[in-house]
């Protein structure tokens, strides 16, 4: 990603007005009224008993087991970048969710390569996705050395993986039925080169043109496309570090969703063995204008919602041999994955 920031960050005042989600019958898709649900779907408030609860499914051994096999040196091309994609596959069907390959080949400054983003849908019916993403190619800065990308983004694709798997019980009897969740794993992320409009992004500019052109449901007369059905793609980038800060980016993301995250982490830090309140809080509620190219801008380009979750600074390690697994810490990993896990469940409204 390449960051060009703007200007000055302003005080973000509005907190989100919460209410109780609403409890609601699967729409037919080929009713458009689906997509008016988007704008006025409540999130759930949960009472502090249930969102210990929530808590509670934190396992750093899990992430461990995913880390281990995720964070390997994984340029496009690479043995170990198939194996990779194959894992992440693997792990989402053993969850239950059904999951695409979108595979495509692409002439680069390097060369023909071929990409495959890894897409999963736990309920392929619902007309609507929470979509939580990151990029599983790591940047290929051989013959220097071989770059791990534990922030970039590893832990971010072991977030995703742990969210699935620790709600995996509960998913099911949620109250949002129209929506579920969606998992995607971009590929070609990272530039070949030096980051241009043209050498980066492969995976998401391939995706969002895809779902951009294809209708959903396949015949309709209303002209929605797969891309509609996302009411918001949430985008995790260059987290694990101890220290990350994240303002809501403005004009991109939208500023309901950002309070909703920033809402979730403050009441997470008011339970008593939650989080570890000894970090300052990952959510700053800073405004901050500037626009930071990364997966989520094809999406927002087709107007899609978005929520990007990534630091401002960077890590110090990023894009050096020291993005391995000693700069991520234990107690930011463990608190951004029990952000992100109670945010998903308010989101879809998630009884536990
Ligand atoms: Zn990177």
Known sequence: MLPVFVFRPLWTFCLLSLASASYCQRVNPNDPSWRNAQTSHEVTKYNGTSLLKLCQLSDPRRISVYLDNILVARPVGSDNHKRVGMYLKRTMEELGYYVEIDRFSEQTIAGS???????????????????????????DMRPEFDFMGATDSAF???????????????????????????????????????????????????????????????????????????????????????????PN??????????????????????????MDTSTSTVFTGY?????????????HHQGVRIMHMIPTPFPRVWHTKQDDRSALE???MTNIASIVRAFTARYLGIRI
Not at 255 to 269: G, K, Q, S
Not at 289 to 299: L, Q, R, S, T, W
């Open 249 to 274: 980016y403005t004009p991109t993301n939208d500023p309901l969703i950002y309070n909703t995250f920033w809402d979730t982490e403050l009441r997470l830090r008011q339970l008593p063995n939650c």
């Open 156 to 246: 971010p694709c072991a977030v995703l993986l742990d969210v699935a798997h620790s709600l995996s019980p509960y998913i099911s009897n949620r109250g949002a039925t129209d929506v579920t969740l969606q998992l995607v794993f971009f590929d070609g992320e990272e530039a070949f080169r030096d980051w241009t409009q043209t050498d980066s992004l492969y995976g998401s500019r391939h995706l969002a043109k895809l779902w951009a052109d294809r209708l959903y449901p396949p015949y309709n007369s209303y002209n929605t496309r797969e891309i509609h059905r996302i009411d918001y793609l949430v985008l995790l980038d260059l987290l694990g570090a101890p220290g990350a800060s994240i």
């Open 287 to 299: 405004s901050l204008n500037a626009n930071v190219e990364d997966d989520h801008m094809p999406f």
């Open 113 to 139: 390569r071929t990409f495959r983003n890894v897409i999963g849908v736990l309920d392929p019916s619902a007309p609507r996705w929470l979509t939580l993403a990151c990029h599983y190619d790591s940047k």
């Open 330 to 332: 234990w107690k930011c």
